[in-house]
C-alpha cells in the first residue's frame, strides 16, 4: 500500500463513499428553485449535536487497475482530529491520523511513515481548506465556496447549483424534497485535478439528525492517476468515550 499521494487521494482513503444514488437523467423533471433558496437549504444541514464518530468500514479501493478490499476502523472528534487503521486479512496495513494541522501516515507492511502539515499540503495542492474541508465532507455538509456565484437547475432527477470562478468548478446535486446532499464536485482549473463525492443511505441518528452511512469517492490527479474509494459504514456510534492509539516505533523509516 503505498502512501505517495496528495491530500485528495489521502482523503480519499477514509472519506466513506456509498453505493450510487439511482438517478437517472430527467429531462422533464420538475422546476428548478431559485439557486439562493437551495443554497440556503445546503447550509441549513447541520449535525451540530453530533460531536463524536466511532464506525467499520468495508472500503474497496481501486487505483492505477490495482483493487484493494479492507476493513476499517474510523474515529472522528469534531474539530480535533480524524482516526482510522486499515486492516487485510485481520493485520493492520496502515494507520493514519490528521489533525486540525497535519497528518500522520503509518505503513505497517513497509515500515515507514509520513508527517505533512496540512498547510504545506493546502499549498501545494491548492486546496480552498484543510481540515475544515475535510470535517465538513465526513459529515455530508456542502462545502460551498462563498467566492462561486451559483446557478440552479436540474440534472440527473435531481436539484443542482454550479458555478465557478478563475480556479475552481463547484457541482452540488441534492435531492428533490428533503434537499439532503447527494453529491459534490470540484474541479481545478489550473491542473484538472478532480475529486467528487456521493452521498447515500441517509439514516436518522437519534440525537443527531439524519446521517449518510454510505459514500463514494472518485479522485483524478494528473500526476497520479485516478483513485476510486467505495464504503460501508457499520456499527455506528456518537457522542460516546472514544480511545485511538498513534504512536510510531522507533525503526520505521520516515519517507516523503
Known amino acids: 500500500m503505498k502512501f505517495k499521494l496528495p491530500i485528495l487521494l489521502i482523503m480519499s482513503i477514509f472519506l466513506m463513499s456509498a453505493k450510487g444514488t439511482g438517478c437517472h437523467k430527467n429531462t422533464s423533471g420538475p422546476k428548478s428553485a431559485n439557486a439562493g433558496a437551495l443554497r440556503e437549504k445546503l447550509d441549513k444541514y447541520n449535525l451540530k449535536n453530533l460531536n463524536n464518530l466511532s464506525a467499520r468500514l468495508q472500503l474497496s479501493i481501486n487505483q492505477g487497475g490495482q483493487l484493494l478490499n479492507a476493513n476499517a476502523n474510523l474515529i472522528w472528534m469534531r474539530d480535533s482530529m480524524v482516526w482510522m487503521n486499515v486492516k487485510k486479512f485481520g493485520l493492520e496495513a496502515a494507520r493514519i491520523l490528521i489533525t486540525k494541522d497535519s497528518v500522520f501516515l503509518l505503513n505497517r507492511l513497509e515500515k515507514t511513515y509520513q508527517v505533512h502539515t496540512l498547510e504545506y499540503l493546502q499549498t501545494q495542492y491548492q486546496l480552498p481548506a484543510g481540515f475544515d474541508l475535510i470535517q465538513s ?101 456518537i457522542n460516546s468515550p472514544v480511545s485511538y492509539k498513534f504512536e510510531i516505533p522507533a525503526h520505521y523509516k520516515r519517507t516523503e
Open 137 to 237: 465532507i465526513i459529515l455530508a455538509k456542502a462545502w460551498l465556496l462563498p467566492e462561486i456565484p451559483l446557478q440552479a437547475d436540474i440534472d440527473q432527477g435531481m436539484q443542482r447549483l454550479s458555478g465557478n470562478d478563475s480556479r475552481y468548478i463547484a457541482r452540488y446535486w441534492m435531492e428533490i424534497g428533503s434537499h439532503l446532499l447527494q453529491k459534490e464536485s470540484f474541479v481545478q482549473k489550473k491542473d484538472s485535478k478532480m475529486v467528487s463525492i456521493d452521498f447515500g443511505s441517509y439514516q436518522k441518528i437519534q440525537g443527531a439528525g439524519t446521517f449518510p452511512h454510505f459514500r463514494k469517492i472518485e479522485a483524478f490527479d494528473p500526476d497520479f492517476g485516478a483513485m476510486f474509494v467505495e464504503a460501508t459504514l457499520s456499527d455506528v456510534e
